[in-house]
């Protein structure tokens, strides 16, 4: 089973290293020590907790809460260019690691108010899912 630092669970989790440190410390993430002293968590454990907390994200009543949707692939991020055509216009949205690009109508850019700094929720669905491993 593959171990990773917490630095990459961290990365996969979309958090900062010292929150993932808080968590092992905190005992909700398990860890255990190479040989060399450093943290590892293993693969299982780390899935198992994305599992948990992506589900303790989503409660009824949780500040943040998401509208209902059937997409299930969802980013949060911050819009980093518009580019507004006649008609259409591109989003970009840095989430985490992340960078989204979306082309969307003009008219949908206005009425949801996208500019650069604001807050978005990039959503993806989609027909076919490559999977890749490092």
């Known amino acids: ?6 630095g990459r669970a961290a990365r996969l989790l ?11 410390d905190a005992g909700r993430l398990p860890t255990r020590r190479d040989d060399a002293g450093r943290r590892l968590i293993e693969g299982a ?3 198992a907790f994305a599992v948990a907390l992506s589900q303790d994200s989503g409660q009824d009543g949780a500040e943040g809460d998401e509208p209902h949707t059937s997409a299930r692939n969802a980013f949060p991020g911050i819009v980093t260019a518009v580019t507004l055509g006649d008609v ?8 985490g690691p992340h960078r ?3 082309l ?3 008219e949908a850019v206005e ?3 996208l500019a650069v700094g604001v807050e978005a ?4 669905k989609a027909t076919n899912v490559h999977i890749d491993t490092p």
């Open 100 to 102: 989204l690009v979306s």
């Open 121 to 124: 929720v990039a959503r993806v």
């Open 88 to 95: 259409a216009a591109q989003v970009e949205i840095q989430a």
């Open 1 to 6: 089973m593959r171990s990773y630092s917490i």
């Open 14 to 24: 979309g958090v900062s290293p010292d929150t993932v440190r808080r968590w092992t």
């Open 111 to 113: 009425e949801l108010g």
């Open 104 to 106: 969307v109508t003009r």
């Open 45 to 47: 454990d780390l899935a």
